[in-house]
């Protein structure tokens, strides 16, 4: 795991927005991973000014994202699919039908699962994925758990996800209770991985990640097992490390 200690929040992103475009200009038709929270908005703030300035295109960019709230809407201004609309994908030349978020509205989330599941095979899996971590380790919204969930799949969310997530609603009752996520096998599969990670709150998880056994009860432990993991974190993420 190659880690980067930087700063500040900024420079977390500036250089999350770095390894992001370098992957684009590399290879114009990769398949980005996405992630969306409060971490990554900086790095698509970047690359959104980058490609004002006419230096990065994402026209032939296919992408998937890790995951979305069950029961809401994509016009929900709190789902997943709004949020990459408006911090991404309305501001740059991704082609909308080359997006992939979990459908929040699925009648049936098993078959919403396997179908999500076949559209991220199909593409190969990312060559790229993002990642931001929560306080409890999780990545997407793959919980501490006794068993690492291999595929996407259908998640109760944990108490401390819904508190954390809380802020972004009106009151901890509309947090939905469940989400859909890739499992750990299909981020698993990424032929590289960028993880973004900022704030004294995921010190802890940080330390764990890097640091600890690998145990599905800190979920991104996993990731010491990935040939090709990069970690960029603020002074403050990173201050757990040894
Ligand atoms: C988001 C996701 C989550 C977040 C994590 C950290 O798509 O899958 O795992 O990355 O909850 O969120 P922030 O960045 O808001 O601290």
Same mark, same amino acid.
């Given at each position: 795991?190659?880690?980067?200690?930087?700063?500040?929040?900024?420079?977390?992103?500036?250089?999350?927005? $770095? +390894?992001?475009?370098a992957?684009?200009v $590399?290879?114009?038709d990769?398949v980005?991973?996405?992630?969306t929270?409060s971490t990554?908005?900086?790095?698509? %703030?970047?690359?959104?000014?980058?490609h004002?300035q006419g230096d990065? #295109?994402? $026209?032939e960019?296919r992408? +998937?994202?890790?995951?979305?709230?069950?029961?809401?809407a994509?016009?929900?201004?709190?789902?997943?699919?709004?949020?990459m609309?408006?911090?991404l994908?309305d501001?740059?030349?991704?082609v909308?039908?080359n997006t992939?978020?979990p #459908?929040?509205? $699925?009648?049936?989330a098993?078959?919403?699962?396997a179908?999500?599941?076949?559209?991220?095979a !199909?593409?190969g899996?990312a060559?790229?994925?993002?990642?931001?971590m929560?306080?409890?380790?999780?990545?997407?919204?793959?919980e501490?758990c006794?068993?690492?969930?291999?595929?996407?799949h259908?998640?109760?969310?944990?108490q401390?996800?819904? !508190?954390?997530?809380?802020?972004?609603?009106?009151?901890a009752? !509309?947090?939905p209770r469940?989400?859909?996520t890739?499992?750990?096998?299909?981020?698993?599969?990424?032929?590289?991985i960028?993880v +973004?990670?900022?704030?004294?709150?995921k010190?802890?998880?940080v330390r764990k990640t890097?640091n600890?056994?690998?145990?599905p009860? +800190?979920?991104?432990?996993?990731l010491q097992?990935?040939?090709?993991?990069?970690?960029i974190?603020d002074?403050?993420?990173?201050?757990?490390? %040894?």
């Amino acid at each position: 795991m190659r880690i980067y200690r930087e700063k500040d929040y900024n420079a977390v992103s500036r250089r999350a927005a $770095a +390894v992001i475009a370098a992957q684009v200009v $590399a290879k114009p038709d990769c398949v980005l991973g996405l992630a969306t929270g409060s971490t990554p908005i900086g790095a698509y %703030k970047q690359l959104v000014e980058w490609h004002k300035q006419g230096d990065l #295109s994402f $026209a032939e960019v296919r992408s +998937v994202n890790l995951d979305e709230y069950f029961g809401l809407a994509p016009t929900h201004d709190q789902s997943y699919r709004y949020f990459m609309q408006t911090n991404l994908f309305d501001h740059v030349d991704i082609v909308p039908e080359n997006t992939n978020v979990p #459908s929040g509205l $699925a009648q049936d989330a098993a078959a919403e699962c396997a179908r999500y599941e076949q559209v991220v095979a !199909d593409l190969g899996y990312a060559d790229l994925q993002l990642l931001g971590m929560g306080r409890n380790g999780h990545i997407g919204f793959n919980e501490p758990c006794a068993e690492f969930p291999v595929a996407t799949h259908l998640v109760d969310l944990t108490q401390s996800t819904i !508190d954390a997530n809380a802020r972004f609603f009106a009151s901890a009752d !509309d947090v939905p209770r469940q989400a859909l996520t890739m499992g750990i096998g299909t981020i698993m599969r990424a032929r590289s991985i960028l993880v +973004v990670v900022s704030g004294a709150d995921k010190a802890e998880a940080v330390r764990k990640t890097v640091n600890g056994p690998v145990t599905p009860e +800190v979920p991104a432990s996993i990731l010491q097992l990935h040939p090709n993991v990069t970690l960029i974190g603020d002074e403050a993420a990173l201050s757990g490390l %040894k």
